[in-house]
């Protein structure tokens, strides 16, 4: 798990990454900050489409030009969203799909920071997403 410091940092990086999110249609602006075993960081928005089904998620956004720089470990994401460039109250979470796509690439102690009116809060994705199926089911 990531120290209070790192985790706040790396909430502030998903924080930029939303004030770039595409979201005319709904107005839920969302915006993740992926940290690669490496060390590096790759950012993700979310982008809407006027026919919804192309939609993609801030999370798959980070997960997938990760993937397409070669990275294939990863530590943590932060998460953070909310309507109309406000992020909420009680945090933001991924959806499901990411959630699946979290679990095609991470261990379940892989980290989830999103950050509530009181404070940064952190959850294993084995938390979020409990009995996942995963490659090793195929």
Known sequence: ???????????AVA????E???SPYSGISVGAALL???GKVYIGTNIENASY?????????AFFS?????????VAIAISGGKHGKVG?????PCGVCRQVMAEFCTPEFEIITKTKEQCESHTLSEMLPA???????
Do not use: H
């Open 1 to 11: 798990m990531l120290d209070k410091k790192a985790a706040m940092e790396l909430f």
């Open 20 to 22: 770039r999110s595409y």
């Open 36 to 38: 690669a075993k490496s």
């Open 15 to 18: 924080e930029e990454a939303r």
């Open 53 to 61: 089904t192309p939609t993609v998620c801030a999370e798959r956004t």
């Open 66 to 74: 990760a993937i397409a720089d070669g990275e294939r470990e990863f």
């Open 89 to 93: 109250d009680d945090g933001f979470y």
């Open 132 to 138: 996942a199926f995963t490659p090793d089911k195929l």
